[in-house]
């Protein structure tokens, strides 16, 4: 992937109040984006979730800055780890409610969430609501409401941790082919995970965090050839060093 700037975060610091007493979550965490898959790891309550919600916007640092570098307004896609859908919506209705909420003409909003929901093969659903749907099928929603914003940055808090592990490998595999078949105008994505064989199978770069309060451990360049198995002797080698790291 292209090393272009795209994204810069520096000295972030996040403290929250906690029974009359402040705790440090996130402590100076400097690093770059390029136009490429970037995976977060750490162990869970390290903060990484909240690192992401600061780089969307959507919670802000006590100190820090997060610069875009696209030269416009960047639009962002946020995948949370729980489906959060409504209930009493059909699926295209909640594909298209983010882009009708950023002032969207509704007839373009509804097609704009109908090629979403065809990236991720739920074209035939848009009718259905979201309790008719299994777990995946929510997710897959989910990730289409993301992507119908046509982000230049789509950001996954632990997206597939809740499903079972086929449903999980087959939307890892999705979101990867999304990616990089160059079909939406994604410059980077960004991934919040726990799990070190995700990380290593998916990310150009992983970004080790420390126990809370969060501190870079390590950034890892992932040089292994797509496409990725766990069987490949690079792959395991490169999951039993990051474990170390993690340790």
């Known amino acids: 992937m292209s090393t272009k700037l795209t994204l810069s975060i520096r000295g972030l610091t996040k403290k929250y109040k906690a029974s009359g007493r402040e705790v440090l979550v996130l402590d100076n965490i400097s690093f770059d984006v390029g136009e490429e898959f970037i995976a977060i790891l750490g162990p869970s309550g390290c903060g990484k979730s909240t690192l992401l919600r600061i780089i969307a916007g959507v919670e802000k640092p006590d100190s820090g800055t997060v610069e875009f570098h696209l030269g416009h307004e960047p639009r962002v896609g946020f995948v949370f780890q729980f489906p959060t859908l409504l209930p009493w919506m059909t699926i295209l209705s909640n594909v298209a409610l983010p882009l ?12 704009k969430a109908r090629r979403a929901l065809t990236l991720v093969g739920l074209g035939e659903f848009e009718d259905f609501y979201p309790n008719e749907l299994s777990g995946g099928m929510k997710q897959r929603v989910n990730i289409a409401r993301a992507l119908a914003v046509e982000p230049d940055f789509l950001l996954l808090d632990e997206p597939f941790s809740n499903l079972d592990p086929l449903t999980a490998e ?3 595999s999705e979101v990867l082919d999304l990616w990089l078949s160059s079909v939406l105008p994604l410059k980077a994505i960004i991934m919040v995970t726990h ?5 290593v199978l998916m990310a150009d770069r992983i970004i080790v965090l420390s126990p809370r309060p969060a501190k870079i451990v390590r950034d890892v360049r992932v040089d292994i050839k797509r496409p990725r198995s766990r069987k490949m002797p690079e792959v395991q080698e490169l999951v039993d060093r990051i474990y170390e790291y993690v340790s």
């Not at 009708?100 to 097609?111: I, P, Q």
């Not at 799990?195 to 990380?199: L, P, R, S």
């Open 100 to 111: 009708l909420a950023r002032g969207v003409g509704e007839g373009e909003a509804r097609e």
């Open 170 to 172: 087959t939307l890892r």
């Open 195 to 199: 799990n070190v064989e995700e990380a």
